[in-house]
């Protein structure tokens, strides 16, 4: 068990390292953060002087190494617009991003997982139909054109909701559901094909043979054991908290970390590009090892292997 | 014989959407208590679905017809929370693959107790001491270490002899072994060939030995039933149907076996293959494979007819060839071999 788990967490490291790498590299090769930040027509001078500022004219390997020691310290960098700590910018919009993921969250689990279990169930019955149709919709359809759809609708049509910004809790209520709608589409299909698998199996037949009620067989034998491919794709869900609501976050003018990375990425603004990767790929590389985890623990044959 | 189960004319339709097939074509077969028969026929002959039939363990798409009698009650038709209490308690059923029987995510001991619960009412300690001793009925060593353990822990053999301690679990009257040693290998099929022998020498119980292998149930079975696509062909105590095979598809089989004392002959296995359920001959099904098949047997439909005592076939030419198919066996001896 020490071994899984350290050898994961060396993998996890290795992860977070490549990300990083990889992200200041493209972003000092696409572009010039001095033209950005004080405009093409700057006096070169002033160039000069920010580009100093910055350690721009440094060597690209010397910028890095200085960047890495930097953050094996928990110093991640200044944002270069407004000259603050950039994590501290970062962390500030985490909140408003959690405030529509976690409950979409819930709504793809509290939606998805039952319609996909119902829908196994009840194999190739009407509400099978119309759940797999709804769920190919709800993710066939690009989560922006869905956010204007449901603008269409409840914000210029019927007029109940707002469509931009967060200044009531009713403004939250549009991102919530484009995000939850396109998730739980994806989870009631994933859960729905995994029960398949399950039902098919010929230990359900056995448990059957044995006299037990289909309840019984159901909840006894098939979703636990339905539960272990679902608990990846919900882990992924998971990891994607804070990175998985951009688009949304720019339709509605969300306020979270979404929104921070566009407009970063816009102004060039390295430091807190560089900070959000990381701060996504820690909760990726998380969620992954808390997965593997949950694996072990629900799938004694995952477990059983891990510990020789 | 006293008659426990009683199936008479079942018939087995798959609804595979464009076409209605019949895999099952009007199955007569009685088992009586504490009997042991052997069912055989090469594989897709519908041994299996006859038993899952009856039990309403083959889906939505299958539809069921004709009679299963069971105390006075036909379970074709009968309401599934009937068939769920005959499920385990009357008529237990263990399988092929008992490694794929066995829910890879439970310990072995919470399969068995939650068998013991349901049957027997036992729960905690109690079940947990009846599970115990199941175990060690079965043969299984160290069977309190062997409850702990998940099914991917076990061998093949070990898992049959969970798979059967489980369906003692229910003390029922017929134990349907369907092909119980097919994944095994040589020796572990015998020993749990022998193990079921032994379970019924001292609980009475009534077993259905389900094989592709006429070996198999020469020496494990009281009476034999053979059939061919959807049907029983032919039917007899064991000493009979070896000695004297009637139907050409049961003296096929017969000579497919290897002969374990005479000199070492090629198998002879029946030429051709067993019809489709969707392209079914008009008349003998087995009369496009048969040597001996002409005129009548391509139009029209052999019953299985009583000829003698004991012994049924169905086939329209049986008094014909009686003399010559008799000689032909009598040269090889057969029946000294696996009897
Ligand atoms: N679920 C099913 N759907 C369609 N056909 C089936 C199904 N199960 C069995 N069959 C058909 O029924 C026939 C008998 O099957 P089975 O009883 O399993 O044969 P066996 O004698 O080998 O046990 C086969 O031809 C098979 O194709
Ligand atoms: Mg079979």
């Given at each position: 068990m020490i071994r899984f788990i350290l050898s994961r967490g060396l993998r996890a490291v290795v992860t977070i390292f490549l990300v990083v790498t990889f992200a200041f590299i493209v972003l000092r090769l696409s572009g010039d953060p001095a033209?950005?930040?004080?405009?093409?027509?700057?006096?070169?001078?002033?160039?000069?002087?920010f580009r100093n500022e910055w350690g721009l004219n440094q060597p690209i390997w010397q910028q890095f190494l200085d960047y890495l020691l930097n953050v094996l310290h928990g110093n991640f960098g200044d944002s270069m617009r407004e000259g603050r700590p950039a994590m501290d910018i970062v962390l500030e919009h985490v909140g408003a991003t959690l405030m529509i993921t976690l409950p979409a969250l819930a709504l793809k689990i509290v939606?998805?997982?039952?319609?996909?279990?119902?829908?196994?169930?009840?194999?190739?019955?009407?509400?099978?139909?119309?759940?797999?149709?709804?769920?190919?919709?709800?993710?066939?359809?690009?989560?922006?054109?869905?956010?204007?759809?449901?603008?269409?609708?409840f914000s210029v049509h019927l007029g109940w909701l707002p469509s931009t910004g967060n200044a009531?809790?009713?403004?939250?209520?549009?991102?919530?559901?484009?995000?939850?709608?396109?998730?739980?589409?994806?989870?009631?299909?994933?859960?729905?094909?995994?029960m398949l698998e399950v039902l098919g199996?010929?230990?359900?037949?056995?448990?059957?043979?044995?006299?037990?009620?289909?309840?019984?067989?159901?909840?006894?034998?098939?979703?636990?054991?339905?539960?272990?491919?679902?608990?990846?794709i919900v882990g992924f869900m998971i990891g994607s908290l804070i990175a998985g609501a951009v688009v949304v976050e720019s339709v509605f003018s969300w306020p979270g970390i979404g929104y921070l990375l566009i407009s970063a990425v816009a102004n060039?603004?390295?430091?807190?590009?560089?900070?959000?990767?990381?701060?996504?790929a820690l909760c990726m590389v998380c969620a992954n090892l808390v997965v593997d985890l949950l694996y072990g623990w629900i799938d004694p044959r995952v477990r059983l292997r891990s510990a020789h | 014989m006293e008659p426990l189960v009683s199936i008479r004319n079942l018939t087995v339709d798959f609804d595979l959407g464009r076409r209605v097939s019949r895999a099952l074509r009007g199955v007569d077969l009685t088992i009586g208590r504490g009997e042991a028969v052997g069912l055989v026929g090469e594989s897709g002959c519908g041994k299996s679905i006859t038993w899952l039939g009856i039990l309403g363990l083959l889906g939505g798409r299958a539809k069921v017809h004709g009679e299963a009698w069971l105390d006075g009650r036909n379970l074709v038709g009968a309401p599934v929370s009937e068939l769920e209490r005959v499920r385990g308690k009357r008529i237990a059923l263990i399988f092929q693959d008992p490694s794929s029987s066995l829910n890879p995510v439970h310990r072995i001991g919470r399969q068995l107790t939650e068998a013991l619960k349901l049957h027997r009412g036992l729960s905690g300690a109690e079940a947990k001491a009846e599970a115990l001793r199941l175990l060690d009925r079965v043969g299984i060593p160290a069977a309190r270490q062997r409850m702990n353990d998940y099914p991917h822990q076990l061998s093949g053999g070990m898992n049959q002899r969970v798979m059967i301690a489980m369906a003692l679990a229910g003390e029922p009257d017929l134990l349907v072994a369907d092909e119980p040693t097919t994944a095994l290998d040589a020796t572990i099929q015998a020993q749990i060939l022998d193990l079921l022998r032994e379970i019924r020498e001292d609980s009475?119980?009534?077993?259905?030995?389900?094989?592709?292998?006429l070996g198999v149930v020469a020496e494990n079975t009281d009476r034999v039933a053979v059939m061919y696509a959807g049907r029983i062909v032919e039917q007899a105590p064991n000493n009979l149907l070896f000695e004297r095979p009637r139907h050409p598809y049961t003296r096929g089989l017969l000579n497919a076996l290897p002969d374990?004392?005479?000199?070492?002959?090629?198998?002879?296995a029946i030429p051709g293959s067993v019809p489709e359920p969707w392209n079914h001959p008009a008349g003998c099904a087995f009369a496009p494979r048969c040597d001996?098949?002409?005129?009548?047997?391509?139009?029209?439909?052999?019953?299985?007819?009583?000829?003698?005592?004991?012994?049924?076939?169905?086939?329209?030419?049986?008094?014909e060839m009686l003399g010559h198919m008799l000689d032909d066996v009598s040269d090889r001896e057969p029946a000294r071999s696996y009897a």
């Amino acid at each position: 068990m020490i071994r899984f788990i350290l050898s994961r967490g060396l993998r996890a490291v290795v992860t977070i390292f490549l990300v990083v790498t990889f992200a200041f590299i493209v972003l000092r090769l696409s572009g010039d953060p001095a033209m950005q930040i004080l405009s093409v027509d700057a006096p070169p001078e002033a160039i000069a002087a920010f580009r100093n500022e910055w350690g721009l004219n440094q060597p690209i390997w010397q910028q890095f190494l200085d960047y890495l020691l930097n953050v094996l310290h928990g110093n991640f960098g200044d944002s270069m617009r407004e000259g603050r700590p950039a994590m501290d910018i970062v962390l500030e919009h985490v909140g408003a991003t959690l405030m529509i993921t976690l409950p979409a969250l819930a709504l793809k689990i509290v939606i998805g997982i039952p319609a996909g279990i119902y829908a196994a169930l009840h194999r190739n019955s009407l509400a099978d139909r119309m759940t797999m149709m709804i769920s190919v919709a709800g993710f066939t359809v690009p989560s922006f054109v869905l956010a204007l759809v449901l603008v269409l609708i409840f914000s210029v049509h019927l007029g109940w909701l707002p469509s931009t910004g967060n200044a009531t809790w009713k403004h939250a209520i549009l991102p919530i559901v484009t995000l939850g709608t396109a998730g739980a589409a994806i989870l009631a299909r994933f859960t729905r094909s995994a029960m398949l698998e399950v039902l098919g199996q010929s230990y359900i037949r056995a448990a059957s043979a044995k006299g037990l009620i289909w309840r019984q067989v159901v909840t006894g034998h098939a979703l636990p054991n339905a539960a272990i491919p679902t608990v990846t794709i919900v882990g992924f869900m998971i990891g994607s908290l804070i990175a998985g609501a951009v688009v949304v976050e720019s339709v509605f003018s969300w306020p979270g970390i979404g929104y921070l990375l566009i407009s970063a990425v816009a102004n060039r603004d390295l430091a807190i590009v560089q900070s959000i990767l990381l701060l996504i790929a820690l909760c990726m590389v998380c969620a992954n090892l808390v997965v593997d985890l949950l694996y072990g623990w629900i799938d004694p044959r995952v477990r059983l292997r891990s510990a020789h | 014989m006293e008659p426990l189960v009683s199936i008479r004319n079942l018939t087995v339709d798959f609804d595979l959407g464009r076409r209605v097939s019949r895999a099952l074509r009007g199955v007569d077969l009685t088992i009586g208590r504490g009997e042991a028969v052997g069912l055989v026929g090469e594989s897709g002959c519908g041994k299996s679905i006859t038993w899952l039939g009856i039990l309403g363990l083959l889906g939505g798409r299958a539809k069921v017809h004709g009679e299963a009698w069971l105390d006075g009650r036909n379970l074709v038709g009968a309401p599934v929370s009937e068939l769920e209490r005959v499920r385990g308690k009357r008529i237990a059923l263990i399988f092929q693959d008992p490694s794929s029987s066995l829910n890879p995510v439970h310990r072995i001991g919470r399969q068995l107790t939650e068998a013991l619960k349901l049957h027997r009412g036992l729960s905690g300690a109690e079940a947990k001491a009846e599970a115990l001793r199941l175990l060690d009925r079965v043969g299984i060593p160290a069977a309190r270490q062997r409850m702990n353990d998940y099914p991917h822990q076990l061998s093949g053999g070990m898992n049959q002899r969970v798979m059967i301690a489980m369906a003692l679990a229910g003390e029922p009257d017929l134990l349907v072994a369907d092909e119980p040693t097919t994944a095994l290998d040589a020796t572990i099929q015998a020993q749990i060939l022998d193990l079921l022998r032994e379970i019924r020498e001292d609980s009475n119980m009534a077993m259905v030995l389900i094989s592709h292998d006429l070996g198999v149930v020469a020496e494990n079975t009281d009476r034999v039933a053979v059939m061919y696509a959807g049907r029983i062909v032919e039917q007899a105590p064991n000493n009979l149907l070896f000695e004297r095979p009637r139907h050409p598809y049961t003296r096929g089989l017969l000579n497919a076996l290897p002969d374990l004392e005479g000199p070492r002959e090629p198998l002879t296995a029946i030429p051709g293959s067993v019809p489709e359920p969707w392209n079914h001959p008009a008349g003998c099904a087995f009369a496009p494979r048969c040597d001996h098949a002409h005129g009548a047997c391509h139009s029209e439909i052999p019953s299985l007819a009583r000829r003698d005592g004991h012994h049924l076939s169905a086939c329209l030419r049986t008094e014909e060839m009686l003399g010559h198919m008799l000689d032909d066996v009598s040269d090889r001896e057969p029946a000294r071999s696996y009897a």
